[in-house]
């Protein structure tokens, strides 16, 4: 079964240096997790005031 996306998912492209990408896929395949879910997770993470959170 094919998987959908909500259709109030973004796309979003970022320049790494080599480096920070190596270390990125580095952690992945540590934690078995796809980089999607290790980008996701840390923004999760930001502490961000409830005034600063938009709709």
Do not use: N, W
């Amino acid at each position: 079964m094919a998987r959908t996306k909500p259709k109030s998912d973004k796309v979003l492209t970022i320049r790494l240096p080599e480096k920070d990408l190596l270390r990125l896929e580095a952690y992945c395949i540590m934690d078995g997790k796809t980089k999607t879910e290790v980008i996701r997770q840390f923004i999760h993470s930001l502490p961000v005031r409830e005034t600063a959170v938009m709709e």
